[in-house]
């Protein structure tokens, strides 16, 4: 599966950006999907992610309560809500997937199977 991530751009800390990542194949809802983000310098880490049937969501601390994860079936795409975006929130964000069978932990990059190019998200101070 191809994934097109969408959505990054310059915002002031405090502000708001959605981004999104389309999926290439059907059946759409079979994928968990995932966030992760890297900053220049720094190891990519896990943002958020959520399961094939959309019932579970996980988030890594430094976002929970300010971003939120979702997906539209019907559109093949799941979205990544941000807001109060912080400077220490900038970095590229890929977002991946995982089909059947899956993985044991969705916070590991291992888990995700197919990996989309990157959205460049800015925040200012």
């Known amino acids: 599966v191809q994934l097109q991530a969408s959505g990054g751009g310059l915002v002031q800390a405090g502000g708001s950006l959605r981004l999104s990542c389309r999926a290439s194949?059907?059946?759409?809802?079979?994928?968990?999907l995932g966030w992760f983000r890297q900053a220049p310098g720094k190891e990519r880490e896990f943002v958020a992610a959520?399961?094939?049937?959309?019932?579970?969501?996980y988030y890594a601390d430094s976002v929970k309560g300010r971003f939120t994860i979702s997906r539209d079936n019907a559109e093949n795409t799941v979205y990544l809500q941000m807001n109060s975006l912080k400077p220490e929130d900038a970095a590229v964000y890929y977002c991946?997937?995982?089909?059947?069978?899956?993985?044991?932990?969705?916070?590991?990059?291992?888990?995700?199977?197919?990996w989309g190019q990157g959205t460049l998200v800015t925040v200012s101070s």
């Open positions: 991946g997937a995982d089909e059947p069978p899956y993985g044991s932990s969705p916070r590991s990059e291992r888990y995700y199977n197919y």
């Open positions: 194949r059907r059946p759409f809802s079979i994928y968990a």
């Open positions: 959520i399961s094939w049937g959309g019932g579970s969501t």
